[in-house]
């Protein structure tokens, strides 16, 4: 008898899914002779099985007539596949014999409905089952946010060890928003964050400056007082130009 033809009488027996299990791995190290070597720490490796459950299902092998045991102290078992013999002496066939001589029905070969294993597939066969792919996690940037320095962020939380996640990106682009409607800058306040070494960004404590206090308008009211003071050329000479450099003074 060959390995093929004694793990075809196993599986077609009424062994107990567990020991089916164990003897088709057992049939995965026989040699043609139908003898293998494997320890118990594999066999426990390969099924994923305990080791006292191994070691009980190879008895309950060898006591349903499919296996010959030589134990060895100190030393790997030899395991030497047998054909399954009935109590009145006869062997057993694809369909079995029972002691009166009839015939008695075997499981078919097939996926383990207890265990969900297919017996008939190698171990560690890898999955063809398509990975699911993770879905990219993205919050659109608004425009007046300039994208260099919206990645100068991203990398300043990244050093820091704290990522951005989704919600954490859109409560700050909401934060953004409000301090930029309020007349802040917002690549000043990331610029800030960043500087500090910040988690999140806060709202600048100075009022943002209004259009009233710009040296535009600074200036004009330099001019009208100029044009208040008297007529081209009053500040002496023939100085065709009546409006002379202006400076803004030093702390005014």
């Known amino acids: 008898m060959n390995r093929h033809d004694w793990i075809d009488d196993v ?19 026989m ?35 499919f296996l010959s045991v030589n134990r060895k102290k ?15 002496g006869g062997t ?5 014999t029972s002691p009166m001589g009839g015939t008695r029905p075997v499981p078919l070969m097939g996926p383990d409905q207890s265990h969900g ?11 063809n089952k398509p990975k699911r792919k993770k879905r990219k996690q993205e919050v659109e940037i608004p425009d007046w946010l300039p994208s260099e320095k919206w990645a100068s962020f991203v990398a300043h939380r990244k050093a820091i060890r704290k990522p951005l996640t989704e919600d954490a990106t859109r409560l700050i682009v909401k934060k953004l928003s409000r301090f930029r409607d309020a007349g802040h800058n917002p690549v000043a306040v990331l610029e800030t964050t960043i500087e ?9 404590k100075e009022k943002p400056r209004e259009a009233s206090n710009n ?14 003071a008297g007529q081209p050329g ?19």
């Open 11 to 29: 599986m077609n027996s009424t062994l107990a899914p567990s020991a089916r299990h164990v003897a088709h791995v057992l049939y995965r190290y």
């Open 31 to 65: 040699d043609e002779r139908c003898q293998c070597f494997p320890g118990v720490a594999k066999l426990v490796e390969k099924t994923g099985l305990n080791r006292k459950t191994v070691m009980r299902v190879i008895r309950e092998i060898e006591q349903a007539g």
């Open 74 to 88: 100190g030393g790997r078992n030899e395991y030497t596949g047998t054909r399954q013999t009935s109590p009145m």
């Open 92 to 96: 057993s066939t694809a369909e079995g």
């Open 117 to 127: 294993r297919d017996y008939n597939k190698p171990l560690n066969q890898p999955s």
């Open 196 to 204: 500090n070494g910040w988690t999140g960004v806060f709202e600048p």
């Open 215 to 228: 040296i535009d308008d600074w200036a004009q009211s330099r001019i009208a007082k100029i044009h208040a």
């Open 234 to 252: 009053s500040h002496g000479g023939s100085n065709p130009n009546p409006f002379p450099q202006i400076r803004r003074p030093v702390g005014d």
